[in-house]
């Protein structure tokens, strides 16, 4: 083994650790991509990053890296490596076949082989790592590297900075107008653009399994402005479909849940695995889900999550109101639901309950306390808060590093286009 890389390969000693230690059972094969990150708290970014490799293949293996690992070459994390992995939106992505903790940051061949993958895919950006150099560089060199699109105008980097300034430029009053260009920043043509974009993201992000076919059905809530002027309780509106995509299968129940899941992070995937894990517990009473035996091979439950303007969500509402009334719940598009489940949101006190509604049609459900209950926004921006400093200091080193790896980039553009280049030229001749 190169010298270089078998360094790279753990920080504890010589040899691969954790589930490494076990020997390899499957073959390298090139429908088996590996990706890897640090993936704080994961956002869309993260999402188009691991659709895009995953449709280059039939299984995708997630490597995340460890929290000395970012430490040393990045800076500080803000999410802890379990947050980040074992109940991340990492595991929880449908996308992802698996996920392996404690990747090393300078991707190694022994690594990637180990899990049976061929290929390597990341950004059309460069990620460098402490010394500067950058961090695929022996996966190149093998010519097992492979890039996709990065999406533009969002990264962990993006949000903390969002977070340090209190920024507020990034909200979006009204969804339906940003698609359709008349919400956003530039002139007509590039909000009309940037709509355009926005729309095939989310018609991309409700795919299935595979990324290749349709997945989640996408809805958006939309109040009359009678309602909203005289700020009725009872709010009318109409929901609309965005994307088409899969509706309840026989004999499951319609489970919905809300929320503004901002920072999307392992406390709301562990509050949507346990009202999974209700429902599959309720089935289970029932006779109706005994997935040990075969019977009905898919979940209980149809979970619509509202989301006030992954692997657990079957459909999604833009634009939910904070507050289900019946007359909203009445205009779903499969009916007032069978359940509506919350979870602890103590970061948040009410001075009203949002659920009178689901309470008085006897539906309302509570999850109750978990292991990453406080892991949500607030939480999120309280711990990069405390340790301002030190995220500035990331924030800056990582504009330094930014430099220098735009050189690279751009050098590697160039040498592709000279590629090209010349395949034509050899064409002519």
Same mark, same amino acid.
């Given at each position: ?31 088996? !991509? ?22 280059? /293949? ?13 430490? &040393? ?11 980040? &992995?074992?109940? @991340? ?6 996308? @992802? ?55 533009? /105008? ?32 530039? &002139?007509? %043509? %590039? ?17 299935? %399994? ?48 809300? /929320? ?53 969500? &079957? ?30 949101? @103590? ?14 049609? /006897? ?15 607030? %939480? !999120? ?49």
């Amino acid at each position: 083994m190169d010298p270089d890389i078998a360094a790279k390969v753990s920080t504890k000693d010589q040899r691969p650790v954790g589930p490494q230690e076990a020997p390899r059972a499957v073959p390298v094969s090139k429908d088996r !991509i590996w990706i890897d990150g640090c993936f704080d708290f994961s956002h869309h970014g993260h999402a188009g990053a691991m659709l895009q490799a995953r449709r280059l /293949g039939k299984e995708l293996v997630v490597g995340v890296h460890s929290d000395q690992d970012i430490m &040393d070459n990045k800076g500080p994390p803000v999410m802890t490596l379990k947050e980040r &992995d074992s109940v @991340s939106a990492v595991e929880a992505c449908r996308w @992802s076949t698996s996920s392996v903790p404690y990747a090393p940051y300078v991707t190694a061949l022994p690594w990637i082989t180990h899990y049976g993958c061929y290929y390597v895919v990341h950004g059309d950006d460069i990620t460098s790592d402490s010394g500067g150099e950058d961090c695929y560089r022996f996966v190149k060199a093998a010519g097992r590297f492979l890039v996709v699109k990065r999406t533009p /105008g969002i990264s962990t980097t993006d949000l903390v900075g969002r977070m340090l300034l209190c920024t507020k430029n990034h909200f979006i009053k009204s969804l339906p107008r940003v698609l359709s260009g008349e919400e956003g920043f530039g &002139d007509w %043509e %590039e909000r009309t653009r940037m709509g355009d974009d926005m729309k095939q993201r989310i018609k991309d992000y409700a795919s299935d %399994e595979s990324g290749l076919r349709p997945g989640p059905l996408v809805l958006s809530w939309t109040p009359k402005i009678a309602a909203i002027e005289s700020e009725v309780d009872e709010e009318a509106g109409t929901c609309n479909t965005m994307v088409d995509g899969q509706g309840p299968k026989p004999g499951q129940r319609i489970v919905y849940v809300d /929320g503004g899941f901002d920072l999307f992070s392992s406390g709301h995937i562990e509050f949507l695995r346990q009202v999974v894990g209700a429902e599959e517990t309720a089935g289970r009473r029932a006779g109706w889900y005994q997935s040990h035996l075969g019977k009905n091979d898919y979940r209980p439950a149809y979970v619509i999550a509202g989301v006030h303007n992954d692997e657990y969500i &079957d459909c999604v509402i833009f634009g939910a109101p904070f507050t289900p009334t019946k007359s909203y719940l009445a205009n779903l598009p499969f009916g007032i639901p069978n359940a509506i489940y919350h979870g602890p949101t @103590s970061f948040m006190p009410l001075t009203y309950d949002p659920y009178v509604a689901a309470r008085e049609l /006897g539906i309302y459900h509570e999850i109750g306390n978990h292991e990453f209950q406080d892991v949500n926004a607030g %939480e !999120i921006v309280q711990r990069i808060l405390k340790s301002r400093e030190t995220y500035e200091a990331r924030q800056r080193a990582k504009g330094q590093k930014f430099q220098g790896e735009e050189v690279i980039r751009q050098r590697e553009v160039m040498e592709r286009e000279a590629v090209v280049l010349a395949e034509k030229r050899a064409l002519k001749n």
